[in-house]
């Protein structure tokens, strides 16, 4: 796999869930109008509306700006203010509409609040008992020297078509021998996850000689195949691999390109770090069910 920043990324585990709670305004309507203001008079300190006797309080004024700004990357205006002030009084209308409807008691609402409080709830409970070992400077160290340890000397670009069966695959072949793009048939027969993107495959390398479990994640005879093509080349026949046969295209080749270990170090450490989260999380879970009576 090729050793680029990108490639650094694309190893970063997902973590469990997000435990940061917020809340944040729908997007920003632009309707003149959506608010008309009353006669104003003079607010108590700390309100920036009073909407049939209820304060919006300059605070949660205050908040939903801070979300805008630091989601949709808008300056804090007056323009931005004003807009977001008018979609609370709108809010507070609507609130106060489906309360004098009885909206609260209809099994709907009563179903997503008792969902809202359930996530919160649990959200909170991980992140105050999930603790994950903290990361080390040696030990990201020791992943990028580990990684760097693992690649070849070259880095190759392959495209590959992964069909389920012989007859599929004698099909592709002749297509490819009239002149049909690679990436056509990729689209049109591919079972594989790349076949969305014509079959491109990110770059990837590997140590020599190739064994079983040092082909980034590719069945070995694929691999195989992708070191012995030329640059531009396709394997005269679709090789065998697992239930499916699959037809490789070398695009390009080029020496492994390296990173500095001060590149590469801040996403390896996130990587770590998730890799930590989730060890600990499951170790969390474990010991939850091993105290657990259940019964199934």
Not at 40 to 68: F, H, K, Y
Not at 207 to 213: A, I, N, Q, R
Not at 256 to 271: C, L, S, Y
């Amino acid at each position: 796999m090729s050793f680029t920043t990108t490639t650094i990324r694309a190893l970063c585990v997902t973590a469990f869930a997000s435990v940061a709670l917020g809340t944040a305004m729908p997007t920003l309507v632009h309707a003149a109008g959506a608010a008309a203001p009353s006669a104003s008079s003079a607010l108590p300190a700390g309100t920036v509306a009073i909407v049939n006797g209820v304060a919006i309080p300059q605070a949660q004024l205050d908040e939903v700006v801070r979300v805008a700004v630091q989601t949709s990357r808008q300056p804090d205006t007056p323009q931005l203010r004003q807009a977001l002030k008018a979609q609370l009084i709108t809010r507070e209308l609507f609130r106060q509409g489906a309360e004098k409807g009885r909206y609260d008691t209809k099994p709907e609402v009563l179903q997503a609040m008792s969902a809202a409080k359930l996530n919160a709830e649990t959200q909170l409970y991980l992140r105050d008992n999930i603790h994950p070992e903290p990361v080390t400077d040696a030990q990201v160290k020791a992943r990028y020297d580990a990684i760097v340890a693992s690649l070849g000397k070259e880095e190759y670009k392959p495209r590959l078509i992964a069909v389920a069966d012989d007859a599929t695959a004698k099909t592709v072949l002749a297509a490819l021998k009239s002149g049909t793009a690679f990436d056509a048939l990729a689209r049109q027969y591919s079972v594989a996850p790349s076949k969305a993107a014509g079959g491109e495959l990110p770059w990837v390398g590997f140590k020599t000689p190739l064994t079983e479990g040092n082909t980034q994640g590719l069945p070995l005879p694929v691999a195989q195949a992708i070191t012995q093509l030329p640059a531009g080349g396709v394997t005269p026949a679709a090789i065998p691999a697992g239930n499916a046969r699959v037809i490789v295209k070398l695009e390009a080749k080029r020496p492994t390109q390296v990173p500095a270990f001060d590149q590469a170090k801040e996403t390896i450490r996130q990587q770590l770090q998730a890799l930590a989260l989730e060890k600990a999380a499951a170790q969390f879970t474990g010991s939850l069910m091993k105290n657990a009576t259940i019964q199934q």
